[in-house]
């Protein structure tokens, strides 16, 4: 069953700009990813924020995690154009094998130089 | 230090053709996970593994697909008898055994998979 929910689907900015994407969840986790896919690639690790935490930073990036309302939302600041590309959240499965991570959706992101 | 090895990038086949996909994990990483991708959507989990033991399948159709992870090579997602269904991208991710499915996992750039 799918967990994460991204949203929006599909963000078109400038560069230079901030860029927001959200993700809500389902059911408890232990911690939450994101990643990022450029078009027809694999995916590539940004970020772990887990469940204890709140906000996490990394360069560009910024993370919030509020498990009272199971959402994340991912900040890109002063975005480029090499950001441009496809932006998945993912949960661990909690009370599982927790062997596998359960993806949303995904929000493409644009960004226009 | 190489990544996450995929191999074919692309594989074409004909319905009732047999697809075999190929994972070479991070160096130093025992545990081998597969993922499909549909086109416009996120990754569904397929199967968990470790060397010579699957941990978690309850993301394989039950007929046509299998997956091993032997003690020595590759980890081998089958398929058999393909149908234009199984069209998809396939990724296989690694992690090292102290993180398990708890932390980041590594991608391969993955398995294009066309059926005619």
């Known amino acids: 069953s799918q967990q994460g929910e991204e949203d929006p689907q599909a963000l078109s900015i400038q560069e230079g700009e901030n860029a927001t994407m959200n993700c809500s969840y389902k059911?408890?986790?232990?911690?939450l990813q994101w990643y990022r896919q450029n078009s027809g690639r694999g995916l590539v690790h940004l970020i772990l924020i887990r469940s204890n935490e709140r906000e996490k930073h990394s360069g560009r990036l910024r993370v919030t995690l509020d498990t009272s309302k199971k959402s994340s939302s991912l900040l890109i600041t002063a975005s480029r154009a090499a950001d441009t590309a496809s932006y998945f959240c993912?949960?661990?499965?909690?009370?599982?094998?927790?062997?596998?991570?359960?993806f949303g959706k995904g929000t493409k992101l644009s960004v226009k130089p | 230090n190489a990544g996450v090895m995929q191999n074919p990038r692309h594989l074409v086949r004909r319905r009732g053709q047999e697809a075999r996909l190929r994972c070479s994990p991070m160096?130093?990483?025992?545990?081998v996970y597969w993922y499909r991708q549909l086109p416009e959507e996120g990754l569904k989990f397929m199967v968990y593994l470790q060397k010579e033991n699957i941990i978690d399948e309850s993301g394989m159709p039950k007929e046509r697909f299998s997956a091993e992870f032997p003690k020595e090579g590759p980890s081998i997602l089958r398929i058999q008898q393909v149908v234009r269904g199984d069209s998809a991208a396939y990724f296989c991710?690694?992690?090292?055994?102290?993180?398990?499915?708890?932390?980041?996992?590594?991608f391969g750039p993955g398995t294009r998979l066309t059926v005619l």
């Open positions: 160096k130093g990483h025992s545990h």
């Open positions: 991710a690694s992690s090292p055994p102290s993180v398990a499915g708890l932390g980041e996992q590594f």
């Open positions: 059911t408890s986790i232990n911690n």
């Open positions: 993912a949960t661990d499965n909690y009370g599982g094998s927790q062997g596998n991570l359960i």
